[in-house]
């Protein structure tokens, strides 16, 4: 079983450095949430990760949750696991005080949300889509609804799902089939069936609060049509209290290539009992609340994978020997591993990219903070647009970074990485359904470049640029050499853009064949505007903890001389147009 | 179960059209091996992979071998195919007619290499260990051990293995503590142990040949003291039968990710029997024969599986509608989604890359052919040196490249590509093997930029340049765009070779860190050779079958577009040097 250290030297680094951001600082509601407080409430995240999700990996792995008579039983540890966790009060660290949860900023739940991930991706699934449930409920729901439902979810009693997925549509959620029927009490009736629902049944919590896609019977074909409802397996009676059966059934469970602990379920709604959540026809805007924040989650899990996949290539590589290094000093036998230069290389690469994606990510959750609490709606606004931004290129840069680190380590292993001993083949296998999962990578760059950078409130990416060339132009002269490279690279970008703004006026398939290329630069630039921040409080800071900041100052210059140049080749790839490809006859 | 149909048709484009080479015309052995007869065998090949070997992948995968009573039971189906397969005479196809073999060159049996990596990985370990065992017994056994072993190998009644693998030592084999003891009547007494032993144990054939490496008791420490040993699982009797059992016994079999269906064995070497093959202390060398060729076929085992990942990846896209393309037609519901860009894009990476890498690898073959069977001594060891040059970059570039195509067809697959229905996932997982064994692909570029660019026998990497110049020197106008891009490439290889020879005298940790980019920019160029050999053929004779020609120079055009260019950020980023990856402090 690999093992697990929360990494909380460097989140409280980011809380305590890096939150200085004006616009954040005027959220009234997180003022009390000081650096003492978090540092408790990490301290106690890492000791619930470490200890208690941690051991759940191997076992969800090897034996997935089963459908015996209708019913779907976890994997061994997972309820009396899971029991422990609602009882701490896990499930509510984000949610509102009002529905009993305790309110703390996505600045700190984040962090949450990555060590979860490194400790056990498919236990944290059964929560995670209960807080993505409780989201949509919490801003589309009526106040009846809310004072129902989500007290209980915010207790983790009740856990939810995100019902869209059908086997003719995953992507194109304009072809679903999922039928509602109106009737005289003003609820629906649901036939239909949803397939690859993550959490679709368990034996964890008493109720399970589907968010079910559907097509009202008169309403259109196509993506106006949509409307979302809310379905409890077990009806709630006016008392508040669990009553009958629903009409859901678990179908069957799918057998996948990783996250095996996680039940992903066949649903089967007949005739199910329905709530409709916001305006009819109107339910993909609210699913896509719950999407959008659930989005940057996968990004996280990537990130959180990738972690505990390079603390264990890290200690491998300290205890394994093999080989003479270069400059040996060693008369007899081997060196550790550690001190083979390509090893090292492949350690840094790893470390540059996780701790560059994990200052990103809290830039991120400030941003989402602002754009959801500030009292400025203009401020809300731009904030708002940089998070609309940002999330399809945290999703799919840090899974496929995931991907990548998680390989690394394999190859650091050798053939112990291939065989099961030491976990390290369940971190890849658990982490290749982040780049699927929540749209593919190649959904996000789709929704990148076509409804991102250029939308009805302006030109966002401009925007975004300006800012990374204001916030990186700092006096220090330390920063002015990474400060030249990331100009390069900001150069790169630029043109990028102005080529995909040019393309996308009449040859789209263009902008389509460079998108996943155009949304690995941004990636790479803004992780390199996130380390420039970094490496500013590291020379500004440096004497008073030099090793933390020679680290840190150290680590980056990998980042910049090894990682950003990769933008170099996805630039001229990308901009070689698409003619060739459209034109390809395929036999 | 993936759908599988052999590429013959670009397999005998090959060898028709780029058979051309004047030495390895010049090799008197096969110049009967004409087209005709090739056609029949590859045809014959290509029904047996599809039709018995492709349904074990499958079954392999889902009931693994098992250890029983000390007895390895393979897969089901396992034996009875097995059978058919030797019956048939397939293990004898490139073997040597005086042992029973059909003498064909690499030339042929490269794709049926493939083909059985398509078809199932798992099933074709325990044939080419055999091959592999044929090899090194061939080359540097005695008269004696040869008439007694070979003819039963070649027949496929009895199989090989190549023991090598140790707790404490993979790659570094100085390290291996596997004791022979000689004994009065020239033998040797085998104790040790060794594991990750690939087709270890089975119940496939009668008799099971191991090449093991061990030291004798009176040999030095390190790589200098190692012999290798046959040691036979039953005793071979004097009239050629199997006798009784030898002190060779299965520990256990391991758990692995991929390949489930071979058994990779702890063998346990308890008073083992034991012959001495070749020179005493000299077993490294005469291992390394067998390695060699085996590293190549591990490169053709990712070329293999890329190519039934890109069939199933082709006809699925061509069978899934999804969203609209940006230029539909479809007036009602969704397109195909082989009509977006991005998928195609997707589509002709996977094709540019495997049919540039069958290109390659056939010019590779040929070498290894002139290389062991041209007449002349000088011409056979520039072959030699090619192959040796050429050996890391196929390992590694094809079998990492088999990671990015069976990773490109689960997206292209989405959910569904990450649930066992349609066995993709079981390529992406039995593919991450190939990095890995036979020497890990780092472990490749060290041999790459350590001990093959420049050796005893000249500077090969400068004779390699040379030939590439003057075999893209071609008049025809149409290659001059693709000529100028190679040139580019060339360029930077040229320099990046420069950079590391530099470096070599007294930075050898720079060469290191830049090991890995070195051997893809080789990698890339080569492939880009490989491609304008193609085009020659391709814009020469295109009026005689336009569209398959058409087809060529179009997927030339994105490899030259979109894959040669990513040689560009590896050579910037690896000549940044290591002086900061060296100077890290690793907490």
Redesign the interface.
Known sequence: MPSYIAPLEDMMFLFNKLRNNKKYNEIEKYKEVNSELVKDILEEAAKISQNLILPLAKSGDENPPILENGVVRTSPGYKEAYKKFIEDGWISLSCDPKYGGQGMPKTVSTFFDEMLSSASLAFKLYSELTIGAYNCILRHASEEIKDTYLPKMVEGKWSGTMCL?EP?????L??LKTKAEEQSDGTYKINGQK??ITSGDHDLTENIIHLVLARSTDSP?GTKGISLFLVPKFIVKEDGNVGSRNGVSTGSI?????IKGSA?CVLNFDGATGYMIGQKNRGLNSMFTMMNLERIVVGIQGLGISEIAYQNS?SYA?ER???KA??TKSE???DFI?D?????????NMKSIIEGERALCFWLSQQTEVSLNHSDENVKQEASDFVSLMTPVVKSMFTDMG?EIT?EA??IH??Y?????LGI?QL??DN??T???EG???VQ??DLVFRKLVTKNGDIIDKYLNLVKEETNINDEKIQSYKKQLDHYLAILGKFTDWIKEKIKDS???V??A??DYLKVLGLVATAHAWIKVLEVSFKDYEKNK?FY??KI??A??YF???L??????F???T?G?K????????
Do not use: W
């Not at 003719?168 to 194109?172: A, I, K, Y």
């Not at 060739?580 to 036999?587: L, V």
């Open positions: 997925t003719v549509c995953g992507t194109d304009g072809l397939i690859f074909k799918e057998n996948k290539m990783g992903t890290l300290k020997k093999q080989g270069n400059n007899n036998g081997a550690i083979h230069a390509d090893i090292r290389k492949s350690l840094l991907m390989s394999m190859q050798g053939g990485g291939f065989t099961k001993d083949e890849y296998r290749r359904i780049p699927i999962y593919t990578n190649s760059a789709a789209k398939d263009d389509s064949a998108s996943n090793d020679e680290d150290q680590t210059n990998y001389n090894r990682v140049p990769r933008a170099e080749s996805y001229k790839s990308a070689t698409s060739y490809i459209m034109e390809f006859k395929f036999n």
